[in-house]
């Protein structure tokens, strides 16, 4: 489909096709330029509301609040329009900036006062361009201003479950020397939120591999000490079965459904791309060879990235997702939510 202006009809945006809300769409990482939030020719939808008005927590109070899925108090929450749209900047056309509405950001444009671009045959304002540092681009398409309109030409049908270790790219957790991928961190945190909240509190067993560097430390941190009552494993399409206390399962890339998995008690979906990383690469470390190697020999070459530090989720993603779990109003888990937000860095 396409994203057309609903007061002139004028076409807004390329051909577009849906996916999964990241996990990291409201991230803020650094002070760096971060790349595009979504891949070109994809669109996805957010379904809590976003943009002004915003209204204070002493506004809305606690009950207002765990009505529209908040169990925590925040400094605010946004009584703005859901399904709001998110493309790619490259994917935009026919539109002109709202020269006042571009003020107030760092080293580019943000959202938080609103739009800022409009539709270039009749005005309206109809998106908002996030490009400031530490920032993910990306264009935010009100829904209220636009419409979606369906064209003629080859649909994209999502992935079947058995074709996404072949069809999908997996997200390497370092995608630049020194440093851990953001995307990794805040699928993690995101994770992380749900996992704690099956805890019940008690121990969670963890075992060696990716599943356990991303949050086996933090888990025995913030849980209490003792054995272990529970054990987090992988689970999913082209892994072997078995009984499983809690099992991370991938989150369909494009329709977000969450891979069923009947041998566990509990499920904690994960992005896609993490989790195929989690599944298949191969964490093997080469060494040298001292002569030619042959055909079919598995190389390394150039070696593979390293982070200068131990891994993190993200505290402010943690957060967020854990402030919209119902858990969180349990004395201990309300306990660890205050903790991490006095000292998010050393308690992660």
């Given at each position: ?34 790349p595009a939030l979504l891949e070109p020719g994809t669109y996805t939808i957010r379904d ?301």
């Open positions: 489909m396409v994203f057309a202006c609903a007061g002139c009809g004028a076409v807004l945006t390329a051909r577009v096709s849906r996916v999964d809300f990241p996990d990291h769409a409201d991230q803020r990482h650094g002070y760096g330029l971060l809590e509301p976003e943009g002004p008005p915003w209204l204070s927590w002493a506004e809305i109070g606690a009950d207002a609040a765990a009505a529209r899925g908040v169990y925590v108090q925040v400094r605010s929450l946004s009584y703005g329009p859901r399904g709001t749209v998110g493309i790619a900047p490259g994917d935009l056309r026919g539109t002109v900036h709202i020269l006042e509405a571009c003020g107030g950001a760092c080293c580019g444009l943000d959202d938080g006062g609103g739009p800022n671009l409009a539709c270039a045959g009749c005005g309206r304002p109809v998106a908002a361009r996030v490009d400031d540092c530490g920032r993910w681009q990306v264009v935010w398409l009100n829904p209220r201003a636009v419409r979606p309109v369906s064209v003629e030409g080859p649909a994209h049908v999502a992935l079947a479950w058995t074709d996404l270790r072949e069809e999908w790219p997996a997200t390497p957790p370092v995608d630049h020397p020194g440093t851990w991928s953001p995307r990794w961190e805040a699928a993690a945190a995101v994770a992380l939120a749900q996992v704690l909240a099956l805890s019940g509190g008690g121990r969670i067993a963890v075992p060696e591999g990716p599943v356990a560097m991303a949050f086996r430390p933090t888990l025995d941190k913030l849980l209490s000490p003792g054995p272990p009552s529970r054990r987090l494993t992988l689970a999913g399409p082209g892994l072997p079965g078995g009984g499983r206390d809690v099992a991370l399962v991938p989150r369909h890339p494009q329709t977000g459904e969450v891979w069923p998995c009947d041998d566990a008690e509990a499920v904690v979906p994960l992005a896609a791309g993490v989790w195929l990383h989690m599944a298949f690469h191969d964490e093997r470390r080469l060494v040298p060879a001292a002569a030619g190697m042959p055909a079919g020999v598995r190389r390394d070459d150039p070696p593979p990235l390293s982070p200068w530090c131990a891994f993190r989720p993200d505290p402010d993603v943690f957060l967020d997702a854990l402030a919209r779990l119902p858990a969180v109003r349990e004395p201990w888990l309300r306990a660890i939510h205050d903790r991490v937000s006095e000292r998010p860095y050393s308690s992660l």
